[in-house]
Every structure is written in C-alpha cells, then in structure tokens.
C-alpha cells in the first residue's frame, strides 16, 4: 500500500509523540529528510508524493528505534558541530552545542602554532575541529575506548586532519610518554556524571550513550581532579588547561584548584547561564 510523504510524516509524528519523544513531528521530518536525503523543503513541496516501499520500510524501522528511545544521531550516523558534520556511534557521545563552547575558549588561548591535548576525545570533535579552525595546529587526541578511537579517526579522515593528529588510547595520560609530548594547551569534557545521577538523565542519554564516557563512578569530579593533578607534567610552562564541568560542579572544581600550580583565569557559564568551562594557565 503506497502512502504520501506527509501521511508517512503525520503517522510516525503520532507514534513518536506517543512515545514521549520531544518535538515528535521535527523528528519524524529529520528522520525522512535522512533516508531520503532530501531537505526539510523537499519534504513541503512534495509532501504528496507517494514513498517507495524501500524507503518506507527503512523509514518505519528508523520511528520505531526512536520511539524505543534511540537517539536520533545514532539512527541517522552523524551530527552536527561547529558547523560540521561528524560520525557518531554508541562507542561515542553525542557532541553537544556546549561543548562548542570549550572550542571557543580553547582557540582563544590556543597561541600561533600550538600543540594541543585533547583527553576523552570521543568522537574526536573538539581536537579535530580546532585543527580545522587553526591550520597551524597538531594535536593528540586521548581515549580510553579503542571503539572511540576508531570513530575519531574517521571523522578525522572525512574532514582531512588526519596529517596533524595522532591518536592514543590511553586513560587520561596513562599512555603518554612526558618526555616526548609537552603541550601549550590541553583541553577536555571528561565524564563527569556521578553515578547517583544516572538514573535521573534522560533515557536517550542513560540507555544509549556510553557510560565511560558519561561517569566516572560514585564521584563526578574524579577524573576533574585527574585532570588537574596530572596534566601539569605534560603541560609548558604558561600553558592552558580547557575543559567542560558538570552543571553543579562550579563550587568543587574551584576548590580542587591548586593555585601554587595554576592560575584560574574564569569559568565561563553556557547558554543557560551554568557555570560549564574552566580556564586554567599554569603557572
């Protein structure tokens, strides 16, 4: 039985909202513009013409997954960030809009020709975006999944800086040897869920996104802390440690700040006005 594309979209917005997904009916619309690989305008204008059986039953498959509580960037394979597209898969977390914010902070002190960290690098945004954004730049990207690392190195092929990036899978800097990489800025979004917090996180998050990369156990700021203890070797003199905190971590990241070894230039709030990015230069 043939059916139109804005019957297909009216009946999938219907299942997805009765399954509690938000914006149900822009969801159906990105699902059906994915397999179609077509725009939000092409689904308008031709709202009545009839979808081939191919791609209504992928399309079917696709709202049932979503609706299942899926997230819609592991359906379609990518998502967004800085302006770029990038490979996604349950070995990585969904790049958030905040994090585009430790990207701003990160080139902003990222100095002429520096040699950058980046630990937890996941799906590699964050260090293949500023090398994008800074042609003179190199960096090291630092996973302890080799799944991840695997995800990273094809975002960084598909987006042609794979000549100035090398991966490690490494747990924190455990895999680094100090004697041959020092860096002018490190920059991390650690997981920094706490376990007690799991639960309450919504299910695309809790149920689909990997749980290395969101917690660290009992304790939200242990690889914060990690991070602060031991970046200081791998880092110049003058150097810059960037990285994203949890939205009520402001108070105990301050405090575990040693300001014999750094100096804490700010934290800068997100959108919502969160504390959410911790500047530090070594001292």
């Known amino acids: 039985m043939s059916i139109s594309i804005a019957e297909a979209l009216r009946v999938a917005s219907q299942i997805l909202d009765r399954s509690g997904v938000p914006e149900a009916r822009r969801e159906a619309g990105s699902l059906l513009s994915f397999i179609l690989g077509k725009n939000r305008t092409f689904l308008i204008s031709h709202a009545e013409d009839q979808l081939e059986d191919a791609s209504l039953s992928t399309f079917r498959d696709s709202v049932e997954r979503r609706a299942a509580g899926e997230p819609l960037q592991y359906i379609t394979g990518v998502q967004d960030f800085f302006g770029r597209e990038f490979r996604v898969t349950p070995d990585v977390l969904i790049p958030r809009p905040e ?39 190199r960096a090291v990207a630092l996973d302890i999944s080799p799944a991840a690392i695997e995800v990273a190195k094809v975002n960084a092929n598909n987006l042609s800086v794979s000549d100035r990036l090398t991966f490690l899978v490494s747990d924190c800097f455990d895999a680094v040897d100090q004697s041959n990489y020092q860096f002018d800025l490190v920059v991390s979004n650690p997981p920094y869920v706490s376990e007690a917090m799991i639960e309450g996180l919504q299910r695309e998050v809790r149920d689909h996104e990997p749980l290395v990369a969101l917690s660290p156990g009992a304790d939200g700021i242990s690889i914060i802390r990690r991070l602060l203890h031991e970046t200081r070797a791998f880092l110049k003199h003058d150097g810059y440690l960037i990285m994203e905190i949890g939205f009520d971590q402001g108070d105990a990241a301050t405090a575990l700040v040693d300001r014999g070894i750094w100096k804490l230039l700010e934290i800068r709030p997100d959108l919502q006005c969160i504390p959410r990015i911790v500047v530090l230069q070594k001292i």
């Open 99 to 137: 994090t585009e914010l430790l990207v701003d902070a990160a080139l902003e002190f990222a100095g002429p020709s520096p040699f950058i960290c980046d630990v937890g690098t996941g799906s590699g945004c964050i260090a293949i975006t500023l090398l994008r954004e800074h042609i003179e730049a």
